[in-house]
């Protein structure tokens, strides 16, 4: 695996790289774990070339977030990359990817301010800026996400459209423990209470799906339904708890056709996110 810390280098690399047939990317921000890994690995099944990228963003963290704090493991993070095949890694700086006096942003209207962007202002202007830079710089074929960041994948998508970028957005399934909670690199924070606290996330989904797989359509009783859970553990602050249109992410009254039931909570300071997709 070859590591590339500016965009020029990278770009060159890549295109050469790529001369062979198709790359597929995958961008993280490291403290890989085993939902990254199977982003790599269905990259590795359909691309000729992988490439993935390094970078904890700085713009998508608002002030008194956990930016400073967030887990940086770059030597473990080579080897598990090197691992699954990897040829390429881009690992730039903060001033690469952000020079002197940038004051360009990409900015995904409307879409961008529901679910996290209400609960997080300017988090998914952070993610879309950052993202299509690396689109910009890597010239992918495809780009694999995971479902976990299901309101992500809808303002990339969007911003894919809409921007006419020539790259396909691949979402793979959310990698979950034996336990059934999601995989996160923020999972590290928590101590072994928290851990099992943060399960009432994956509960109040699971009765939410339940319900529907049962014939529930109505929004406001599956939503009912998912803060009797959260209301059974009081020390897990719930930020919200939605039932939405996957790809515009607006609020549904009635669930009759595929919707996303979408959830965030602080477990201690530690802010989790997980989501369940009913079939409509």
């Known amino acids: 695996m070859k590591i590339y810390s500016t965009a020029l280098e990278f770009r060159a690399a890549a295109r050469v790289a790529r001369s062979g047939g198709s790359l597929g990317f995958v961008p993280t921000m490291g403290a890989l774990h085993e939902g990254h890994l199977s982003l790599l690995r269905a990259a590795r099944a359909r691309c000729h070339v992988v490439a993935a990228s390094i970078f904890v963003n700085p713009t998508q963290f608002a002030p008194g977030e956990d930016f400073e704090r967030y887990p940086r493991s770059f030597?473990?993070?080579?080897e598990l990359?090197?691992?699954?095949?990897?040829?390429?890694?881009?690992?730039?700086?903060?001033?690469?990817?952000y020079p002197a006096g940038a004051v360009t942003w990409v900015e995904v209207e409307g879409i961008g301010e529901r679910l996290c962007g209400r609960s997080r202002p300017g988090h998914f202007?952070?993610?879309?800026?950052?993202?299509?830079?690396l689109f910009h710089i890597v010239e992918p074929d495809f780009a694999f996400f995971?479902?976990?960041?299901?309101?992500?994948?809808?303002?990339?998508?969007?911003?894919?459209r809409d921007l006419k970028m020539a790259v396909e957005i691949v979402v793979c399934p959310i990698v979950r423990e034996a336990d059934g909670l999601a995989m996160s690199s923020r999972n590290a924070y928590l101590d072994p209470q928290e851990r099992k606290?943060?399960?009432?996330?994956?509960?109040?989904?699971?009765?939410?799906?339940?319900?529907?797989?049962?014939?529930?359509?109505r929004t406001e009783a599956l939503i009912a339904a998912g803060k009797r859970v959260f209301a059974e553990e009081p020390s897990v602050r719930l930020d919200y708890l939605?039932?939405?249109?996957?790809?515009?992410?607006e609020a549904v009254a009635d669930v009759f056709g595929v919707a996303l039931v979408a959830v965030a909570g602080?477990?201690?300071?530690?802010?989790l996110i997980d989501n369940i997709l009913l079939p409509g």
Do not use: N
């Open 197 to 217: 606290q943060a399960l009432v996330l994956h509960r109040a989904l699971t009765l939410v799906g339940d319900l529907f797989a049962q014939g529930e359509r």
């Open 125 to 133: 202007r952070g993610v879309s800026t950052v993202v299509a830079k």
């Open 75 to 78: 030597e473990r993070d080579c």
């Open 242 to 249: 939605e039932v939405v249109d996957p790809e515009t992410l």
């Open 146 to 160: 995971g479902q976990k960041d299901a309101a992500q994948v809808a303002i990339l998508r969007r911003m894919v």
């Open 266 to 271: 602080f477990v201690g300071s530690t802010r």
């Open 81 to 97: 990359l090197e691992r699954e095949g990897v040829e390429l890694l881009f690992a730039p700086s903060a001033d690469e990817m």
